[in-house]
């Protein structure tokens, strides 16, 4: 019996030292709605030729809190009590989350599993095709790793590749995205910065002297906000979504450049950049 009032002791504990929502700051669900309407508006910004001001930018973003009926303020508000509530902002990243997800795949995008791109190509992703960075961690930060079959070789070329969308209420964003590619012993890595919203690439070209494939992982992080105003917590959210690991079948792809000449070195130039 002594034992079972400890337990339930514990229990309402920890139940009790979760702190409350404060009256002044948005509940959950509406916190998790304007987020999601400010990815969306971002994103109809960088697509729309109109738009790309960042003034128009600033306005959408102002017509999602107006139709809300939120004041920047109690948005700010919101923001930095649950940023201090690590409870509370998982559960919200969660939902973001989902959200996302449902997004994708009610877009006809898929979640988990190979997906066939064409003939010579394979994507090996193996994790959800979309990330969301956040600057508290651990939402800072997410790594992948993927063991390579027996179709492998030596002299494929692995593509990694995403879109980005931010969403900045002060300072700077740089996302650093690195993939590694084991040949045996040996490493190639490929890094890149995103700063900006829009398509993303990086590419590893194997050799035939090289060993085979054995081994990809990489990262992306969320670098810290060192560009804000002192004292300030800004909000930065990071989507990355559409994300490929493409394996591409090394003989075909000389097949195919046999036939475009320097149009195929121009290509390959155009994917590093």
């Known amino acids: 019996m002594k034992r079972l009032s400890s337990i339930l002791f514990i229990v309402y504990a920890l139940v009790a030292c979760r702190p409350g929502i404060p009256s002044d700051v948005l509940s959950e669900g509406d916190m998790v709605d304007i987020l999601y309407d400010i990815h969306i508006a971002q994103a109809m910004a960088e697509t729309h030729e109109g738009l790309k001001d960042g003034k128009d930018v600033v306005a959408l973003r102002s ?17 930095l009590f649950y940023c201090s509530n690590a409870e509370y902002l998982q559960e919200i990243y969660n939902d973001l989350s989902d959200r996302i997800r449902d997004n994708v795949l009610a877009a006809g995008g898929k979640i988990q599993g190979i997906e066939t791109e064409e003939a010579d190509s394979a994507n090996v992703w193996n994790q959800v095709p979309y990330i969301i960075l956040m600057d508290n961690t651990p939402y800072n930060k997410m790594s992948f790793s993927v063991s390579p079959d027996s179709t492998f070789r030596n002299d ?41 919203n829009g398509r993303g690439v990086l590419t590893v070209s194997g050799k035939s002297d090289q060993r085979k494939i054995s081994k990809i992982n990489g ?24 994300i490929k ?29």
């Open 63 to 79: 017509a999602v809190l107006k139709k809300y009926d939120v004041t920047p303020e109690e948005y700010e508000r919101s923001y």
């Open 156 to 196: 494929d070329r692995i593509n990694l590749q995403y879109d980005a969308q931010t969403i900045v209420q002060d300072g700077s964003c740089d996302v650093v995205a690195c993939m590694n590619v084991f040949y045996g012993d040996s490493i190639v890595t490929q890094t890149t910065h995103i700063t900006s």
């Open 219 to 242: 990262f992306f992080i969320l670098s810290p906000n060192t560009s804000s105003q002192e004292g300030a917590m800004p909000f930065r959210l990071v989507v990355l979504s559409r």
């Open 245 to 273: 690991l493409l394996h591409l079948n090394n003989n075909i792809n000389k097949q195919n450049e046999q036939g475009t000449g320097i149009a195929s070195q121009e290509e390959s130039s155009a994917d590093q950049e």
